[in-house]
């Protein structure tokens, strides 16, 4: 019931605009619905039982009352009688809620104990394996060799691998873009290129040494990500370009000047020392790019892979995010994952994904000249960037 009321507030907007409003009502009136008759069941198994319990234990003063007069009249000179039948008047009730709170104390423990069960299943989780110190690197080179991946178990009937076989190498200083269909695989390549996950099948190598052969901080520090959906934390500016390095200040604002977002964070209240509250709500979309940029260009590392880093930047972003990729990328390995064709035009090198394979590589014009997927995936953005609304007085239409 929580998920459902969550789901509903978070898609309000989509569901007013696209006329669900009464579907979405009606789902999670069912929801409401299907909680109200669980309880209901369990009520009518829990409610006699424990009514009652209840009613035994809360009539235990008035037990006590009539046994004592009863007791007291039958020796009304007995005085240790009288002090004891006050003493248990006095003490009695003070049973009651113990006795109470330890019935639900009863079902907390089942609660607690289902609780615990799931924290142990994540602390049960073995980690990746992590080697004492990394094999030494010959430089910044990234080879996929024959990797198959998949997310799901090798039980789950609808496992479905996210990587085929894939092999491709970004030659180091080089830009090697990788493009294709949604769900082609694209996304998954930079998650295993800083071994979020481990392959199945095959390696990925960082200058000639395979990535389980390199220790986490190693790992991490050849490696710099620039996403697609940026997090910024409820911290300062300053702070999250900084994100823990030993960097002064005048390194921090000197990495987002190349990021060209000096001008914008020098603006806000309290300049660099502004919280840009839970998720950076205080910046655009595009600014909060920029600041990611100026994480990356910061960190200084010599493999940078952006994915999807400009899909959501309007024109005047984009003209200042290319001028701060070009700040981040000189001399560096990228791996750059992009739906906008145009912006990888001059890439050294294409890979084409399709389906978790490798459908073709190549440069932009070899590619073309090969009139295969990545040339039709050309022709087709091209026809999209040059449609238009039109009509006529009630007429309209989606035209070419």
């Given at each position: 019931?929580?998920?459902?009321?969550?789901?509903?507030?978070?898609?309000?907007?989509?569901?007013?605009?696209?006329?669900?409003?009464?579907?979405?009502?009606?789902?999670?009136?069912?929801?409401?619905?299907?909680?109200?008759?669980?309880?209901?069941?369990?009520?009518?198994?829990?409610?006699?039982?424990?009514?009652?319990?209840?009613?035994?234990?809360?009539?235990?003063?008035?037990?006590?009352?009539?046994?004592?007069?009863?007791?007291?009249?039958?020796?009304?000179?007995?005085?240790?009688?009288?002090?004891?039948?006050?003493?248990?008047?006095?003490?009695?009730?003070?049973?009651?809620?113990?006795?109470?709170?330890?019935?639900?104390?009863?079902?907390?423990?089942?609660?607690?104990?289902?609780?615990?069960?799931?924290?142990?299943?994540?602390?049960?989780?073995?980690?990746?394996?992590?080697?004492?110190?990394?094999?030494?690197?010959?430089?910044?080179?990234?080879?996929?060799?024959?990797?198959?991946?998949?997310?799901?178990?090798?039980?789950?009937?609808?496992?479905?691998?996210?990587?085929?076989?894939?092999?491709?190498?970004?030659?180091?200083?080089?830009?090697?873009?990788?493009?294709?269909?949604?769900?082609?695989?694209?996304?998954?390549?930079?998650?295993?290129?800083?071994?979020?996950?481990?392959?199945?099948?095959?390696?990925?190598?960082?200058?000639?040494?395979?990535?389980?052969?390199?220790?986490?901080?190693?790992?991490?520090?050849?490696?710099?990500?620039?996403?697609?959906?940026?997090?910024?934390?409820?911290?300062?500016?300053?702070?999250?370009?900084?994100?823990?390095?030993?960097?002064?200040?005048?390194?921090?604002?000197?990495?987002?000047?190349?990021?060209?977002?000096?001008?914008?964070?020098?603006?806000?209240?309290?300049?660099?020392?502004?919280?840009?509250?839970?998720?950076?709500?205080?910046?655009?979309?595009?600014?909060?790019?920029?600041?990611?940029?100026?994480?990356?260009?910061?960190?200084?590392?010599?493999?940078?892979?952006?994915?999807?880093?400009?899909?959501f930047a309007d024109a005047e972003n984009e003209l200042a995010l290319r001028e701060a990729m070009d700040e981040l990328l000189a001399g560096r390995t990228v791996i750059m994952i992009a739906h906008r064709l145009y912006s990888i035009c001059?890439?050294?090198?294409?890979?084409?994904?399709?389906?978790?394979?490798?459908?073709?590589?190549?440069?932009?014009?070899?590619?073309?000249?090969?009139?295969?997927?990545?040339?039709?995936?050309?022709?087709?953005q091209n026809e999209s960037g040059q449609w238009s609304l039109c009509g006529e007085a009630g007429k309209g239409g989606l035209h070419g």
């Amino acid at each position: 019931m929580d998920a459902g009321f969550s789901e509903y507030v978070a898609g309000m907007q989509e569901e007013k605009i696209f006329g669900g409003s009464r579907a979405a009502s009606a789902r999670l009136a069912r929801i409401i619905d299907q909680a109200r008759d669980y309880y209901a069941v369990y009520l009518k198994r829990v409610t006699p039982i424990f009514g009652a319990f209840k009613t035994i234990t809360l009539s235990v003063l008035s037990f006590i009352l009539i046994a004592g007069a009863v007791l007291i009249a039958g020796d009304p000179g007995n005085t240790r009688l009288i002090a004891a039948v006050v003493v248990f008047v006095i003490v009695g009730p003070a049973v009651v809620n113990p006795l109470l709170e330890l019935v639900e104390l009863g079902s907390e423990l089942n609660n607690l104990a289902h609780k615990l069960g799931e924290i142990e299943d994540v602390l049960d989780e073995r980690p990746l394996p992590c080697p004492p110190a990394s094999a030494p690197r010959a430089g910044a080179e990234v080879a996929f060799s024959d990797v198959t991946f998949s997310y799901q178990p090798a039980s789950d009937p609808l496992r479905r691998l996210a990587l085929d076989h894939v092999s491709f190498v970004a030659q180091e200083g080089k830009l090697t873009a990788l493009v294709g269909p949604s769900g082609g695989g694209k996304s998954t390549v930079g998650q295993l290129v800083a071994r979020f996950w481990d392959v199945e099948g095959g390696s990925v190598r960082i200058g000639g040494v395979d990535v389980r052969d390199m220790t986490a901080d190693d790992l991490m520090s050849a490696v710099a990500f620039v996403f697609q959906d940026t997090y910024l934390f409820a911290q300062s500016a300053y702070d999250n370009i900084r994100m823990g390095s030993p960097a002064t200040r005048e390194q921090v604002e000197a990495a987002a000047r190349a990021a060209r977002c000096h001008d914008v964070l020098s603006a806000l209240p309290q300049g660099y020392d502004t919280l840009l509250g839970d998720g950076g709500h205080r910046l655009s979309g595009g600014e909060a790019q920029r600041v990611a940029i100026a994480r990356a260009i910061l960190k200084d590392a010599p493999i940078v892979v952006l994915d999807e880093a400009m899909a959501f930047a309007d024109a005047e972003n984009e003209l200042a995010l290319r001028e701060a990729m070009d700040e981040l990328l000189a001399g560096r390995t990228v791996i750059m994952i992009a739906h906008r064709l145009y912006s990888i035009c001059n890439a050294d090198s294409i890979v084409v994904l399709d389906g978790g394979r490798v459908a073709e590589q190549g440069t932009h014009e070899s590619l073309m000249a090969a009139e295969g997927l990545y040339a039709h995936l050309w022709h087709v953005q091209n026809e999209s960037g040059q449609w238009s609304l039109c009509g006529e007085a009630g007429k309209g239409g989606l035209h070419g």
